[in-house]
């Protein structure tokens, strides 16, 4: 017997982690700086921590009024209807709902490249199909609208992701609302703002109130610090936010994601500090790095060091995991993730003393 046939499609390949790592080069986890997975380095809030551990006890029980709970908080934070809050495991859970929600067989949706890869992989696991728009290296990453309409032919679900994994470059609201206007009828514009709260440019959810063809995605996993409990969500319009009901998994988010999602919204100082070292982290990488960097509005900064695979396989071995962007098609380039102070240190520290190293011009004879 078979899957259906799945050669289309490619597995999601993660920043490795620590662990594995360790195992692979013989070292302890603790000698090692993850900065590959745009992770938060403060750890969550210890208000979660303290959610996680209080709710631990009662979860032999569906999580039903935790889900109604985060649900209602989100909505009264972004001023919307219950309902347009669409909860999910993690971000990515959302794109799934969005894929099910809109794509029948053989549609189409239209994706950044480079970008994330998990907007094209749920396109096709719901049998629908990906192209591409191009964001231009040698114009700095720039996004616009214009970019993005210039390969638009009439998909059903356009995806724009500011600020943009892995370049960090960000798409002006202005820019989403020429988008949105000029998009036919039945494109739904994705607005995957997983990095939102690291960028000055503010949220685009108030843009849910003007237009029906914009959704809006979150996550906890990143300024939250909640990745490993896998919580996030969709803000959709309100005349088809009633589609949730139709295509969730059901009990969509955990208790203990939802309860550490709550706990996490209260925490804005522990929101605020990551927020901080964030920005302080990408100013330190673009002057201390001896390498071309592009400005971020995100926990990351994209830089070219030659040979990425070498980069982050020499950086590693010196114990700074760095995010080799060859998946993304940006094999000369690294993503390396805001740690703290200590850790950004150190990775300046080792990219600065590898990439010299194993530069092409320096292995030849
Ligand atoms: C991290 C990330 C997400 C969401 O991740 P989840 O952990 O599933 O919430 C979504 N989009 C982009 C571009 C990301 O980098």
């Not at 231009?136 to 996004?143: S, Y």
Request: glycine letters at 6%; charged letters at 25%; hydrophobic letters at 40%.
């Amino acid at each position: 017997m078979q899957p259906r046939d799945l050669s289309a499609h490619e597995a999601y390949v993660p920043g490795r982690g620590a662990e594995e790592v360790a195992r692979d080069l013989g070292m302890d986890p603790e000698e090692l700086t993850k900065l590959s997975s745009n992770e938060n380095p403060h750890g969550p809030s210890p208000a979660a921590v303290a959610a996680v551990e209080e709710a631990a006890p009662d979860v032999n029980v569906y999580p039903k009024a935790s889900h109604t709970d985060l649900t209602e908080r989100l909505a009264a934070k972004w001023d919307l209807d219950a309902e347009q809050v669409w909860v999910s495991a993690g971000a990515d859970g959302s794109i799934d709902y969005l894929s099910r929600a809109f794509l029948e067989p053989g549609d189409e949706i239209l994706v950044p490249k480079p970008g994330f890869s998990y907007y094209s992989m749920s396109a096709r696991y719901h049998h629908g199909e990906a192209s591409t728009y191009r964001i231009e290296k040698d114009e700095d990453f720039e996004q616009s609208a214009d970019r993005v309409l210039s390969a638009y032919d009439g998909e059903r679900i356009v995806f724009v992701t500011t600020p943009h994994n892995p370049t960090g470059s960000v798409l002006s609201r202005a820019e989403i609302r020429t988008l949105a206007e000029a998009v036919d009828d039945h494109t739904l514009v994705v607005v995957d703002e997983a990095y939102a709260e690291y960028a000055d440019e503010p949220s685009s959810i108030d843009l849910l109130a003007e237009y029906e063809n914009i959704a809006v995605l979150r996550t906890f996993s990143k300024a939250y610090g909640l990745a490993g409990v896998r919580i996030g969500y969709a803000a959709v319009p309100t005349a088809w936010a009633d589609a949730y009901a139709r295509v969730n998994t059901p009990f969509a988010a955990n208790e203990i994601a939802c309860r550490a999602a709550l706990a996490a919204l209260d925490d804005r100082e522990h929101l605020e500090r990551s927020i901080e070292t964030a920005q302080w982290a990408r100013e330190y990488y673009h002057e201390a790095l001896d390498v071309p960097t592009w400005p971020s509005g995100g926990n990351f900064v994209l830089c070219e060091v030659g040979d990425a695979t070498a980069v982050a396989e020499a950086s590693q071995r010196r114990g700074v995991i760095v995010r080799d962007t060859s998946s993304f098609g940006l094999s000369e380039c690294v993503r390396v993730s805001c740690g703290t102070r200590e850790e950004t240190r150190r990775a300046v520290e080792v990219l600065n003393e590898v990439v010299p190293e194993v530069r092409p011009e320096a292995s030849e004879p």
